[in-house]
């Protein structure tokens, strides 16, 4: 079966007879690479033949891609309109495997549409099916997925839910012969052609500018204080400087010099470096505490090499674990933000304060953000074990409203009280003056409620025109309560606009980072894709279904059952999600969270969204009793 990488010797460089084939792929908000098309692949090869150092316009060859272009050098995808940086891989596979042929395999989404499968999992598909497998398990792979060749369909293994899968043929990938061409990394050189005027290739271009100059000024410094026969050290100083190419500045030399010798290797290529040896002095680092691992005992060679990851097959990338042990103790760590889609520092700032850094003589790292861990390990059916105290392990989605008026005016009276002499203030619906007729008059027309009218909320106090409250509640759910708009006191059972799904809950033998003293409760909800209801934004519309199941932790303690609790009365009264625009991707009619937050992360706090977290639980109680689901509401 090919992997990347697959034939390939040493660092990933193959041999010059070899053949393979040349796939691109990018990072997406979940960590995982994905294929551009062949034709795409095509176009980046022959724009990569020509200047590999330039950039690729991908709305040249593909419209759908028109925002989008990708810069060889720093290997990232740039989409101009939003400014979003992902990180782009160039992947080698045999000739026979699936992109060798042309082989696509897909599965049907929730829109019906078609979604191909990971290059790598493709490839596995492929060769299970070349060798007639009845059956494909995709669990070695990292997925729950079990594969029916006979009835082409994909069974996630969890939630039993099926989907059609389907095998066609399209342009196979670009093969290339022989040895790889080299790259490198900026500020060598000069890159060639018209240079682009976009706000983009000025700011990357300007940046190029100041590095050359810091270095070259490096340089000159360097030369001219080599001859000092006193130093306890030597400092390697290079020409090139690394780029945000996919692996960590920092990696370890496979060899040593001696036994003192630290050797330090920048980058992680074979390409040679210009080196230039330079005292390790007080002189030099006027902080020298910043690398303790400079001992006077030894001689300590620091390496910078300037070949990018233009040509490395994800194979040989360096690992999160791996790159981090090798950053010599003291050098500070800059986690970037969009390489793994989380970390708080933003490329651009990264980049622009390791300059900073490198000119006042002080060592940087630039490392990928840890990978959130979202589930814990595996578990087998019969350890899920039902909460203490809450009876089933399961719900559905039930329309549960309050018993409604007879008409909306019935509504509005059983909440307010009638004032007779109205205060000299704005009516913060309409806002006209109390003292005035409604804003609503003429538009609305409800038989015994006069425009002039005004009421009083019981609980708040608060007081506006009794039309208005009529049309504000003829605009919401119409399920029989009110929310105050001012301070948003809630009158009777609010209900939302939930789609119909299932709400699972199980105790799962594994402890949350920070309650260690506790098992876990899990929250699995699955919501399918559908069709807008009159309830709903735009009905009659298909809304999309994104990341189900999902899955959501507590602490499987007294406080933790409480807020389940009332999660469970949340989603009964259809608060937990609705249908809206994502906050994330910018994809309307698509099922959202709904102003409840839950924890998706099971063993990290990267996101936000994990533990240790020793406000949530306090947190969490008070976003429900802001939607009328409070501690009151729990029967004994």
């Known amino acids: 079966m090919a992997r990347p990488g697959s034939g390939l010797s040493g660092l990933g460089y193959p041999p010059q007879n070899l053949a393979r084939v040349v796939v691109w792929e990018w990072m997406n908000e979940h960590g995982r690479w994905r294929p551009y098309t062949a034709a795409v692949c095509h176009h980046i090869e022959n724009v990569l033949k020509g200047d590999a150092r330039g950039t690729v316009v991908l709305g040249q060859v593909d419209a759908q891609l028109a925002p989008y272009i990708i810069d060889l050098q720093s290997m990232h995808q740039f989409r101009q309109d939003t400014g979003t940086m992902r990180p782009v891989q160039r992947n080698f596979y ?4 699936a992109p060798g042929k042309g082989v696509v395999w897909e599965w049907e989404n929730d829109n019906g549409s078609w979604t191909p499968y990971d290059m790598e999992i493709s490839v596995t598909i492929q060769n299970a099916y070349e060798k007639q497998h009845p059956w494909l398990d995709l669990t070695s792979l990292g997925f729950c997925y079990l594969i029916d060749f006979n009835s082409m369909s994909q069974t996630n293994r969890q ?18 012969m022989g040895s790889i061409p080299k790259s490198q990394s900026w500020p060598v050189g000069a890159s060639s052609g018209q240079p682009c005027s976009c706000q983009q290739c000025i700011l990357v271009n300007s940046t190029r500018a100041a590095s050359n100059a810091i270095l070259a000024s490096q340089r000159r410094k360097v030369h001219g204080q080599g001859g000092n026969a006193g130093a306890t050290g030597t400092l390697t100083t290079v020409r ?3 780029t945000f190419a996919g692996t960590s500045l920092w990696s370890p030399t496979s060899s040593s010099s001696g036994p003192n010798d630290n050797n330090i290797s920048v980058g992680g290529g074979q390409a040679k470096a210009e080196q230039v040896q330079v005292p390790l002095s007080k002189a030099n680092f006027p902080c020298s505490p910043v690398m303790p691992s400079l001992s ?4 300590h060679a620091l390496t910078i090499n300037g070949q990018n990851n233009l ?3 994800g194979t040989q990338r360096i690992s999160m674990g791996t790159a981090r042990g090798a950053i010599p103790s003291g050098v500070p760590a800059l986690p970037v933000k969009n390489l793994t889609g989380s970390g708080p520092v933003h490329p651009a700032l990264a980049g622009m304060t390791g300059i900073l850094m490198c000119a006042a003589g002080l060592p940087v790292c630039l490392t990928r953000a840890p990978k959130p861990i979202l589930h814990p390990p595996p578990i087998n059916k019969s350890d899920l074990k039902p909460v203490p105290g809450i009876n089933g392990m399961r719900r559905k989605t039930k329309k549960k409203h309050l018993r409604r008026g007879k008409n909306p005016e019935d509504v509005v009276r059983r909440y307010t009280d009638k004032i007779k002499a109205a205060p000299d203030e704005d009516c913060t619906i309409c806002m006209e003056r109390l003292s005035m007729a409604s804003g609503y008059e003429g538009v609305l027309q409800h038989r015994g409620i006069k425009p002039e009218l005004v009421g009083k909320l019981g609980k708040c106090g608060h007081m506006y025109h009794l039309l208005c409250l009529v049309a504000m509640y003829n605009n919401g759910n119409k399920d029989g309560s009110l929310q105050c708009p001012t301070c948003k006191t809630i009158y009777g059972e609010k209900t939302g606009t939930q789609p119909p799904g299932k709400m699972e809950y199980h105790v799962i033998p594994h402890c949350l980072p920070g309650y260690s003293d506790s098992k876990t409760i899990r929250i699995v909800y699955d919501i399918p894709a559908g069709i807008q209801t009159n309830e709903h934004p735009n009905p009659g519309k298909k809304f999309s279904a994104r990341g189900f199941p999902r899955h959501c932790y507590l602490p499987d303690n007294d406080k933790g059952r409480k807020v389940l609790k009332l999660l469970i009365m949340a989603w009964d009264r259809r608060l937990i999600f609705t249908i809206g625009t994502s906050s994330t991707t910018g994809e309307s009619d698509t099922v959202v969270w709904n102003e409840i937050h839950h924890k998706t992360e099971f063993g ?4 936000g969204h994990g533990y240790p977290d020793p406000n949530y639980l306090d947190n969490v109680l008070t976003e429900l009793a802001a939607q009328g689901v409070g501690e009151d509401n729990l029967k004994d």
Do not use: C, F, V
């Open 94 to 97: 045999e000739p026979s495997s």
């Open 159 to 176: 939630s039993q839910r099926k989907r059609r899968l389907r095998r066609r043929m399209d342009l196979a990938y670009p093969l290339i």
């Open 240 to 242: 090139q400087s690394n």
């Open 296 to 299: 006077s005992h030894g001689h």
């Open 311 to 313: 040509n490395r097959p």
């Open 604 to 607: 990290s706090n990267l996101t």
